[in-house]
């Protein structure tokens, strides 16, 4: 296997570390899509979202909680724009947006006018009756599916 975050994890790869324990590692983004990008993963190789241990993945997100509550704190500024708001986002598959085959946490600061959004306002709203049988259908998912 040739994973860049796992040679990352290995520090057999360069990455500006900004937290690590012995579940998780936080680096910045090479691609940052606003100043300051962090990236949660953790470092047993996980190549999605079902492969994170639960444990793993709770612990994940209080680190990314922390990721942000440091981003807010820093000052990191685009364009004299203070860190306003946070997105934490994990994109798990293709489709869904994941470039990279090692589950991670997107850790977003969010300045006036940075250009990001994930908005969707103009979507239409669903009725009653369409989101009680999707809700339907994820319980008996849910229910066929073995306790974490």
Do not use: W
């Amino acid at each position: 296997m040739n994973c860049i975050f796992c040679a990352i994890a290995k520090k057999e790869a360069p990455a500006a570390v900004v937290y690590e324990d012995e579940q998780c590692l936080a680096f910045l983004s090479i691609q940052p899509i606003t100043p300051g990008h962090v990236l949660v993963i953790p470092k047993a190789h996980a190549s999605g979202l079902g492969d994170i241990p639960p444990q793993t993945c709770g612990h994940m997100m209080r680190v990314g909680q922390r990721m942000a509550a440091a981003l807010r704190e820093s000052g990191l500024s685009l364009e004299e724009q203070p860190c306003e708001g946070i997105n934490l986002l994990l994109c798990d598959g293709a489709v869904a947006g994941q470039t990279v085959g090692h589950a991670h946490l997107h850790v977003l600061a969010r300045f006036v006018g940075d250009g990001f959004n994930l908005g969707h306002a103009d979507l239409p709203i669903a009725t009653p009756q369409v989101l009680g049988e999707r809700a339907e259908q994820i319980c008996r998912a849910l229910a066929s599916l073995p306790p974490n």
